[in-house]
């Protein structure tokens, strides 16, 4: 009950990394989740399944270089002050 | 000196076009309507905020003698100018993250408003026409339309919430300083989650509407008005009241949500009440239901600790 806005930062950093290490080929294809799954509709509706997918694969390539260095400076940071 | 003078007059040509693009924004005319106070008192703080510099540094200095010598004219005339073109562009810096513009819009509120809101929040049972009226494709004005959303009753609910609920755990013996930032800093992580949860529904759900991030900040903070008055009452009159006043509230604002939300993002036939099939109205529908059924678990959430 006690929120502070640290642990939604964490909460934040948790959920982007769970979201980020989601890998295509190994993963979501064996799910039906894959690469080919995802283009479906091309009219106005293209369906929540699509959207999810879309998002994963955006916050793959958007957040991966800036994940890397909030991780490393967590793990730094964790190292150093507990 | 040259030098000096066109490179001020290079900033200052840089910085008009600036001034003129966030007047532009807030509309020429109705920039100056949408701070006119429509209470009758004094002008509106927009015109009174461009006069505030000038004002107080030509009142201040007349009746000192030791500022007539030139120098201390020519170095508090440049000190002045220095500080008007440092605010220029922290202006300009700071409008860049945070669209300060548009937020202006939020607080164009008047008293009759902010009543009749408050009204509409407790009791929105006999209000008929729920539609936003547009003029020239821009959202009205609050303070001319009752069912604009406006971040004034969210932002003073939140922190008379955080007041109340002070002096609610101070009534348990359980107050200290510390705990009201506690307070303060929880309301406002699960304001944040529900505004990114909305977001993240909005969008997997694909609706062309025309609800920015603002608006559901502002839909969000209303519920802090039921919140406040249920822990009152319960401080007041004891836990049945509390029970009641808000079992009041949180229907009041699932009616209220569900009428407001209903218009913006249902399409137009499934709005008017008509029965639309689909599987995407269907989803649409059930979005509303959960945004607005999500207000009253919230409500008991927050103050639930409060009332022992």
């Given amino acids: ?82 | 000196m040259d030098y000096t003078a066109t490179q001020s007059g290079f900033r200052q040509r840089k910085l008009q076009p600036n001034m003129r693009l966030r007047t532009n924004l807030v509309d020429g005319s109705e920039g100056s309507q949408l701070f006119e106070d429509t209470s009758g008192a004094a002008s509106g703080p927009q015109t009174g905020y461009s006069n505030q510099q000038p004002g107080p540094q030509a009142a201040g200095f007349p009746g000192q003698s030791i500022l007539s010598d030139p120098m201390s004219n020519l170095a508090m005339a440049y000190g002045s100018s220095l500080a008007s073109q440092g605010r220029e562009m922290v202006d300009k810096n700071l409008d860049r993250f945070i669209p300060i513009s548009k937020l202006k819009y939020y607080f164009a509120v008047d008293t009759v408003y902010v009543g009749k809101k408050l009204g509409l929040l407790v009791f929105p049972y006999m209000h008929e026409n729920w539609e936003v009226s547009y003029q020239q494709d821009t959202p009205v004005a609050p303070r001319i339309d009752v069912n604009a959303p406006d971040l004034y009753i969210p932002a003073m609910g939140f922190i008379t919430y955080i007041l109340v609920a002070g002096l609610a755990l101070g009534t348990q013996n359980k107050f200290s300083p510390e705990l009201l930032g506690v307070q303060a800093s929880s309301a406002l992580v699960w304001l944040i989650m529900e505004v990114l949860a909305v977001l993240l529904s909005l969008y997997l759900v694909t609706v062309n509407t025309d609800l920015t991030t603002i608006d559901l900040l502002a839909f969000s903070g209303y519920k802090y008005v039921g919140m406040i008055v249920g822990v009152v009452a319960g401080l007041l009159f004891g836990r049945p009241a509390y029970y009641l006043s808000l079992l009041w509230c949180c229907v009041a604002i699932f009616v209220f949500m569900i009428r407001t939300l209903r218009l913006k993002l249902l399409s137009e036939a499934a709005a008017e009440g008509r029965l639309v099939r689909g599987a995407r109205n269907q989803l649409r529908m059930y979005l509303t239901m959960s945004i607005a059924g999500a207000q009253p678990i919230f409500m008991y959430w927050l103050t639930y600790h409060l009332i022992r």
């Fill in chain 1, 1 to 82: 009950m006690a929120f502070t806005l640290y642990t939604l930062l964490q909460t934040a950093i948790l959920c982007t990394n769970a979201i980020a290490v989601l890998h295509e080929e190994r993963f979501l294809s064996k799910f039906g989740w894959g690469v080919d799954h995802g283009v479906g509709g091309f009219g106005d509706d293209p369906g929540i399944k699509a959207q999810i997918l879309t998002l994963i694969r955006s916050v793959r390539t958007v957040m991966r270089v800036p994940l890397i260095i909030v991780n490393s400076a967590c793990i730094v940071l964790l190292l150093l002050f507990g």
